[in-house]
C-alpha cells in the first residue's frame, strides 16, 4: 500500500523520488494509516501535520493515546519511512486528511529518530499467520519533516502556507480499488479452494462407522451431512473463481472509461466490488474453518494445515473495507438506483432493479424438481427476491423523514438487503462463465457446480426468499431434493474437482490433504519432528513432577 | 476421564487399589480411547489385548499406523498410567471393546516402558490455549500387563480365559454421562459469558462515525447492525445458564431414578442431553468467534483474549461426542417418539410430541408486534415448528423401507429436525426459569433478554418457521420489529448485564474487556511487553536488513 499510495497521491516528481527508493529497498515503507482510537472512520484519524512557514516543514505529532498509529504492516520492526495520513493544519486550519512521507528509522544504523517511538503491537491470532508480520504502532512528539513530504498530487501547500486544491479528478482513484478488490476476491477463491482441497481429499480417506449393508467402515465424505455442508463451500470456491476472472474484464472497462473521463458507470461498479469483496471474504474465513471443522479432531492440529489457513485469512474481513460497512454502502446505492428507476436505467449488476415491477409481482413456477434444472428460472428467483427485499426496506424508508437516524434503525434490514444483491451478482457471473467457450466436459462439471452453488445458496437464504413470497415452501423442498442429486454427481468427481485446483502438498503444508492420501503416516511421522519429543523424558521432570509421583506432595488428605 | 471410568468400569476392588494412587498423583492417568483413525466410533477401535491363560495376562498390542492411540490429553509427556481402550480376545474370539489399565512409563524414572512408543502430537490450533496440554500418542508391541488390570465391573475374564458378562445394569453410565453433559452446558454458558463481556464492553468504548444530529463519533454499541449481532449473543450467554440449572435438577431427577432402578425417562434424557450438547458447544464456538468479530481489528490481537478463548473453546464441539452425530442420535429419538405416539405417552421435553396433531393444523394467531410479547405464543411456535419438521421427515422415511440408506438419505432434514427441537428445549427451558422465584426487577431484565433469546432464534430460523407454513413473512417481519424494541431495553443495561456476570478483569485476560473500560492505554502498554521490543533495533538487522538497505542487493534491475 505504500508504493500504490504514492502512485495514487503523489506528484510526478514525488513519485520520481521516492518510488525508485522504495523499490531498490533503499528504503522501507509502510502505509501508516489506521490509529488505536481509528480504523474505518479515516476522517476521525487524529495525528496532526501541521504546517510552519518560518522553517518551511510539517510537525507531526501524535495529540493522544489513541492518535498512536496502529497496525501498519511492516511498521513494528522493518519500516524506515511511513506513509502516515494526518489532519493537514496551516494557520490554525483544519483541512482533513492528507497524506505524508516521514522518515521513521536512522539509514545509519535502523533505531527511531529523535521524538519518534516505534514498535511492535504484539502476538495475533494463530500459531503462525500473521505472527510472521511485524504490525507496528508509532507516535511523533513534534516531529519536523520538510514540506515536499506531503503528497500533493491532489492537493498542495504553498511556502507561504496556502492550501490549494488541485483539478485533477478524484474519481482515477477508482481504478485502483476496483483492481485490489478483484484481487481479493481471486484471493478468496484460492484461500477457500485450499481448504476445500484439504477436506475433501480427507473425507475420501478418512472412514467412520458403517451400514448393515456394506463391510467395514464408509469413507465420510459418503455422508450427506458431510456431503451437504463439503460440497458447497466447494461450489463457492469455484464460483469466486468464475466471479474474480470477470473482474478482470470488469476493471478493463473501468480503466479504458476513467482514460476517457467516463464516470458513469463508477457508482455501479463500486457497490458490486464493495459487495464482493464483502461477501467473498466473510464466506471465506467461515468456510475454512468449516472445513477445518470437517475433518474433525485432525482438523485442530496445525498439521491438517487449517488453523494457520484461517489465521492467515480472517483480517481479510477487516482490511479494504469492513465487510458491514461495505454492505452498507451497498444498500445506499441500491436506495439511491431504485429510488431514481423511472427515470435512469440502472446498469451493469444492478440492471435488473429496471424490471423491479414484473420481479415484485410472478412468482416462482417451479412445480417439480427438474423446473429447478434451468438457470433462466434460478436466476430469476434470485434477481427477484433482491428486487423485493431492496423495495422492501426502501419502502419503509420512504415512509420517514429520510434522517440518518432512520437509516440506521433500517440497518440490519439494509444489510440483509445488500446481501442477497450480492448473491444474485455471484449466482449471475458464475452461470454467465459457463457460457464463455468452455470445453463441454467441463462446462458439465461446472454446471453441476453451479446448480450446486446456486442451490445451496438459495436454501441457506430460504428464510428471506420465503418471506418476499415469491417462493413457496414446498419449491424449497425441492431445491433441496436437486441439491441432493446435485451432490451424487459431485461424489464421484470431488476428488478430481479440487485435484484440479492443483495445489501442490508443499503449498497445501497438511497431512490431512495430501494428493497421495497417505494420510495416518504422515500424521505419525510429523508426530516426532514435535520439539517436546526431541527428549523422552520432558523437561521439569526432575523439579516438578518426580518429588509429586514419589512423595505424594499434592494428596489430598496429606499433612503437609 | 481416567479416574471417572474407573469409577464406571472398575469393580469394587479394583477402584479401592487404583484411585487413592490416582487421587494421590501417585500416578498420572490418561484416558486413551480415540485412535488415529478411529473417534466416535469406538467399536471400531483396532488396539488388541488378547489374554494369554499361559501367564495370566494380557497382550497389548497396535497391529496398525491407524490403531495408534492419538489425542489423550496427559498422555503425550506426562503420565504414567493409560486406561487402554481395545479389542480384548480371548481364544481367538472378539469380545469387543473394554477397557485395561496399562503402565506406560517407569515409576522410577519417567523413561517409556519396553516395547512402548509414546510422545506428544504436536502443535493445535492457537498460541495458548490447547497447547499447555500434552496431547499424546501411544503404540504397544506385545506388552504384557496382568490380568487384574482389566476393569471387571461390566465384564470378567477369568483365570482360565473365561469371557463373563456381569449382570450389573449398563444403563448405571447414564448418570456420569447427563452430569458431564451438564457440565458443558454450563462451561459454554460461562465460556461465551466471557467473550460476550469483552464485546459488550469494548462496543461501549469504542467509538466510530456519527450522525449530522450529534457531535463527535458514537459509540459502536449504538449501532443496530452491532446491536443485532451482539445482543442475541448476550441473551444466549444467559439462557445457556438457565438451561444449565435446570440441567441440575434433571441429574437429580436421574439419579435418584437410577438408584431405584427405574430406566424409563433414559431415552427422552439421553436424547436431550446430547441435542443440548451439540447445540451448546456449536453456537458457543461460533459465539466467540463472532464477538471476536465485533471487536473490529483489536480483537485479531491476542491481547483482546479473544482468539485463545475460541481456541481454547472449540473443541468441545467434538469431544464427548461430535456434534452432528449427536443430533442424529436426536433425530432418532424423535422418529421412535412419533412412531409411538398413539401408544406411548412422551414424557420431559419430548412431551409436546404427544399434542402433534393439533401442533399440525393450527398456525400462528400473531397479527400485531406485541402479540409476539406472550411466551405460550411463543412456546407453541417453537413447538409446532418442530412437531412439523420431525413429522415431515419421520413421513418421508414411513413411505420407504426402512433401510439405513434410506435414513442416510435424509440426514440433512433428520439434523434440522433435531435442531429444531433442541431450539425448542433451550427456549422453553429459559421460560421457565423465569417463573422460578426470580426477584421481580431481575425477572424483568431475565424477560427482555428470554424475548430477545427467542426472538432472534425465531428469526434466524425464518426459514424453518415459514417452510412449515406455521407462520407468515410479515408475521416474521414483526417479530423483527418486537426484537429491535427488546435492543433499546438491554442498551442502557447492556454493559450491567454483562457486569452481572462478574468475571475479574484477570479472569478475562483482555485489554478490551476491562472492567474500566481504559482500553486504548492498556494495549498501548501491553505492546511493550511484546519481547520483539526488548531491542530497540530488531535482532538480524545487521545480517539481512542493512545490506539490503545500503547496497541495494534486490534493486529489480541490478545486475547482482
Known amino acids: 500500500m505504500f508504493i500504490p499510495a504514492i502512485k495514487g497521491q503523489g506528484t510526478e516528481e514525488q513519485q520520481h523520488k521516492w518510488l525508485p527508493l522504495a523499490y531498490k529497498m533503499a528504503i522501507i515503507g509502510c502505509y501508516a494509516q489506521t490509529e488505536l482510537g481509528h480504523g474505518s472512520n479515516v476522517q476521525g484519524l487524529e495525528t496532526t501535520a501541521t504546517f510552519d512557514p518560518t522553517t518551511d516543514e510539517f510537525i507531526m505529532h501524535s495529540p493522544t493515546v489513541t492518535s498512536t498509529k496502529w497496525w501498519p504492516g511492516g511498521l513494528g520492526k522493518a519500516s524506515t519511512h511511513a506513509l502516515v495520513y494526518a ?6 486550519k483544519d483541512h482533513g486528511i492528507h497524506a505524508f512521507i516521514a522518515p521513521i528509522r536512522s539509514l545509519e544504523d535502523h533505531t527511531p529518530l529523535p521524538n519518534v517511538t516505534v514498535g511492535d ?37 504553498t511556502k507561504d502556507g496556502k492550501y490549494v486544491r488541485s483539478n485533477k479528478p478524484r474519481q482515477l482513484g477508482y481504478g485502483a480499488m476496483v483492481f485490489v478488490r478483484q484481487g481479493i476476491v481471486i484471493d478468496a477463491s484460492i484461500y477457500l479452494s485450499r481448504a476445500v482441497t484439504i477436506a475433501v481429499r480427507y473425507s475420501a480417506v478418512r472412514r467412520q462407522f458403517g451400514n448393515k449393508d456394506e463391510p467395514g467402515e464408509l469413507q465420510v465424505i459418503q455422508y450427506r451431512t458431510q456431503q451437504s455442508r463439503l460440497f458447497p463451500l466447494l461450489a463457492t470456491a469455484y464460483a469466486y473463481r468464475a466471479v ?92 439511491k438506483t431504485l429510488s431514481q428507476v423511472s427515470k435512469v436505467r440502472p446498469v451493469g449488476t444492478a440492471a435488473y432493479l429496471g424490471n423491479i415491477k414484473q420481479l415484485s409481482t410472478q412468482n416462482c413456477k417451479v412445480s417439480q424438481g427438474h423446473d429447478w434444472l434451468n438457470t433462466s428460472v434460478l436466476l430469476e428467483a434470485f434477481e427477484a427476491r433482491s428486487a423485493r427485499q431492496a423495495a422492501a426496506v426502501a419502502l419503509r424508508l420512504a415512509k ?32 454467465e462463465q459457463l457460457q464463455t467457450g468452455t470445453p463441454e466436459g ?43 442429486h446435485m451432490f451424487d ?14 495445489h501442490t502438498d508443499d503449498y497445501l503444508g497438511s497431512a490431512l490433504g495430501r494428493y497421495d ?17 526431541d527428549t523422552v523424558v520432558v523437561d521439569g521432570y526432575e523439579e516438578y513432577l518426580k518429588p509429586v509421583l514419589t512423595q505424594n506432595l499434592w494428596a489430598p488428605h496429606s499433612k503437609l
Chains 1, 2 share one sequence.
Not at 489532519?87 to 490554525?92: A, V
Not at 516531529?143 to 503528497?151: A, Q, S
Not at 477487516?318 to 441500491?334: C, K, S
Not at 429520510?402 to 442477497?420: C, I, K, Y
Request: charged fraction near 20%.
Open 87 to 92: 489532519r493537514l493544519i496551516t494557520d490554525k
Open 121 to 157: 503491537i504484539g502476538v495475533k491470532f494463530g500459531n503462525g499467520g500473521y505472527n510472521t508480520m511485524d504490525n507496528g504502532f508509532l507516535r511523533f512528539d513534534h516531529v519536523r519533516i520538510p514540506r515536499e513530504n506531503m503528497l500533493m498530487r491532489l492537493a498542495t501547500v
Open 244 to 335: 474474480g476472472f470477470w473482474m478482470k474484464s470488469l476493471y478493463a472497462d473501468v480503466m479504458k472509461r476513467l482514460n476517457d473521463n467516463d464516470f458513469s458507470t463508477l457508482p455501479e461498479v463500486h457497490a458490486c466490488t464493495a459487495g464482493l469483496k464483502s461477501i467473498t471474504t466473510s464466506v471465506t474465513a467461515d468456510g475454512i474453518e468449516e472445513c477445518r471443522k470437517l475433518c474433525g479432531g485432525h482438523g485442530f492440529l496445525c498439521a491438517s494445515g487449517l488453523p494457520e489457513l484461517y489465521a492467515a485469512y480472517v483480517p481479510a474481513c477487516t482490511y479494504e473495507g469492513d465487510n458491514t460497512i461495505l454492505l452498507l454502502q451497498v444498500a445506499r446505492f441500491l436506495l
Open 400 to 431: 420517514g423523514s429520510g434522517s440518518e437516524a432512520e437509516f440506521q434503525e433500517n440497518t440490519p434490514e439494509l444489510v440483509e438487503s445488500a446481501r442477497a444483491h450480492c448473491q444474485l451478482i455471484l449466482v449471475s457471473k458464475f452461470i
Open 442 to 484: 467441463i462446462r458439465k462439471q461446472l454446471e453441476v457446480l453451479c446448480y450446486t452453488y446456486a442451490f445451496s445458496q438459495l436454501i441457506d437464504n430460504a428464510g428471506d426468499f420465503l418471506a418476499t413470497g415469491y417462493v413457496t415452501g414446498n419449491q424449497i423442498a425441492l431445491a433441496k431434493e436437486e441439491l441432493k
Open 489 to 502: 454427481k459431485i461424489r464421484p468427481n470431488a476428488v478430481a474437482l479440487v485435484d484440479a485446483f492443483d
Open 517 to 533: 492420501g497417505d494420510v495416518y503416516t504422515h500424521l505419525y511421522k510429523g508426530a516426532f519432528k514435535e520439539s517436546l519429543n
